[in-house]
């Protein structure tokens, strides 16, 4: 049996594209016929297609077509000096994410997705500045106009994730569809030689612009490995997920910022940047893979509040849970049968290398049952947990009253439950042994109660590994420095979360995120990888 690989539409090329004209009013014209209103005097097109550098060699989940569908395009062209816009471009190119693309814009496709070439439009010679933008909302079309400034475009934008789709996939209604895609790398300079005198001389141009688009949200799975283990003889069920502290903000093309450094990137033919040995900002992402790029969002330095050490709100930058309360569950399901897991999109949410803390990290909440090995504690019942032993009220109470003698094992207990009762833990009056009714723990953390057996983990996801993020002079140094982009989640690339270990039970109530980002103890071992986005196609001989 023989297999063929193809990775499609992570980012595409825009050089020898033949798009469909249109008036400045955003009117249709047949493109055989000169444009009217347009007296420029030269021509150009683009082609679409797989930008191989940002791909990497690794396939990720198959299917997932409505998520490489496009719907439509808009295509502008910006005086480079200005930055005012001088044509707006209908981009009539549609394909379902499976076959080849297809409209009045595209004169030729590929049947694995990966580029298509457009019909010329006719302009002034001059130097121009291109953005292209594939399944474009209402008001990204708003923002793109004749004599409108790019600024109107690139500016922080109030949004959410849900807004940046249209439908779902009929099959799966977790799946979005027609997710929009921008320039990967900004704008891209368009000369004056890949101008041509006529319509024929453009679309079969060698020299045409080249622009790759990447998708504007970023996807997380979660689910539970086959093999996961939990501590202390226990059982991890009716575990539930989603995604906390997502952005609000962001910018509708990717604002470029520091790449790893090139001497971690193991000999993968990369020219641009080579052989620094720093985070060095770069222009350009089309000679670099997606592996080593990062991102830089709307709120990317001086937000978190708890690295200031001050009080405040931050609402408006972030969607999150509040810490301290409970819920009756979370949107996602985790389980260890569906593949990849089930998914959920966010806006993408970066940061500062000294930002980087878990008040405005993007993290999975995990809800689930932790069932210790006491053997009078089931599935659903509320327990107290110490030491890595868990109680029922009446074993503490019989114990704290004489009738029963304290457990040799965890040492301790006998201190920390007198403690609690003096604080008024149990039941809420200081000195009153009385069972309590909702979740909780001890002002030093040591005891916890878990009502019904719920536990809470929190889980902050993660983008560069040690490989690309441990060079820095400062880890050999600080072994508590973060390096730049160890956190935060970017556009167009997937995060898979494995659930491997549960190391007991996590926070009676949803987590506080408080403190750095990198910690020493976690409840849940983790493994992240940060895969390309892309639809893998296989052709099989039998």
Same mark, same amino acid.
């Given at each position: ?115 298509? +070439? ?179 969002? !709307? ?67 995990? +809800? ?38 304290? !457990? ?102 949803? !987590? ?31």
């Amino acid at each position: 049996m023989k297999m063929k690989w193809k990775n499609a539409l992570l980012a595409l090329f825009i050089g020898g594209v033949t798009l469909t004209a249109c008036s400045d009013k955003g009117d249709v014209i047949d493109p055989d016929i000169t444009p009217v209103e347009q007296e420029g005097d030269a021509f150009f097109s683009f082609d679409m297609g797989m930008a191989n550098k940002l791909l990497k060699t690794k396939a990720t989940l198959a299917g997932d077509k409505a998520e490489q569908a496009v719907r439509d395009g808009v295509m502008a062209l910006y005086d480079p000096t200005t930055k005012v816009c001088k044509y707006v471009f209908d981009l009539e190119a549609t394909t379902d994410g499976s076959a080849d693309f297809s409209g009045a814009s595209v004169i030729s496709s590929t049947a694995d997705v990966s580029s298509f +070439r457009t019909v010329a439009q006719r302009v002034d010679k001059q130097a121009y500045q291109l953005l292209v933008v594939l399944n474009p909302t209402t008001n990204m079309k708003d923002a793109i106009a004749k004599n409108k400034y790019y600024a109107e475009f690139e500016d922080v934008k109030e949004e959410a994730a849900e807004n940046m789709k249209d439908g779902v996939d009929l099959t799966d209604n977790t799946i979005y569809k027609h997710i929009p895609m921008t320039n990967a790398s900004g704008l891209v300079d368009v000369a004056e030689d890949q101008l041509h005198p006529t319509k024929d001389a453009a679309e079969a141009a060698g020299n045409a612009p080249k622009v790759q688009v990447d998708r504007i949200l970023t996807k997380v799975y979660f689910k539970l490995d086959d093999a996961m283990t939990v501590a202390y003889g226990g059982s991890f069920v009716n575990a539930t997920w989603q995604l906390d502290i997502t952005n609000k903000k962001t910018y509708w093309v990717r604002r470029l910022t520091y790449v790893a450094p090139a001497t971690n990137r193991n000999g993968d033919g990369i020219t641009s940047n080579a052989g620094t040995t720093t985070w060095e900002l770069e222009k350009d992402y089309s000679s670099i893979f997606r592996e080593y790029v990062y991102a830089e969002d !709307p709120n990317w330095d001086n937000v978190s509040l708890d690295r200031k050490e001050t009080t405040g709100d931050l609402s408006g930058e972030f969607k999150y849970l509040a810490p301290g309360t409970t819920s009756t569950g979370f949107l996602h399901d985790l389980t260890t049968d569906q593949g990849f897991g089930t998914r959920e999109y966010a806006l993408e949410n970066t940061m500062a290398p000294e930002e980087q803390w878990e008040d405005v990290t993007t993290r999975a909440l995990v +809800r689930a049952n932790f069932v210790p090995s006491n053997k009078d504690i089931e599935a659903g019942d509320s327990y107290y947990f110490y030491g890595g032993a868990a109680f029922t009220y009446g074993q503490l109470e019989a114990m704290y009253n004489g009738t029963m003698l304290w !457990p040799t094992a965890p040492s301790g207990l006998k201190e920390v439950v007198t403690k609690a009762v003096g604080e008024g833990f149990f039941g809420g009056t200081a000195n009153a042994m009385t069972a309590r009714s909702t979740s909780g723990e001890t002002s030093d953390g040591q005891l916890g109660y878990y009502q019904n057996g719920i536990s809470y983990y929190a889980v902050k996801i993660r983008h560069f590994d040690d490989a690309l993020s441990s060079n820095e002079p400062e880890v050999n140094t600080n072994p508590d420095f973060m390096n730049f982009g160890r956190w935060g989640v970017v556009r167009n690339n997937m995060y898979q979360l494995t659930l491997k270990n549960v190391n007991g039970p996590g926070k009676p109530t949803i !987590p506080d995120p408080e403190g750095p980002d990198d910690k020493k103890q976690y409840w849940l071992s983790v493994d992240i990888q940060v895969l390309p986005w892309v639809v893998r196609t296989q052709d099989i001989d039998l």
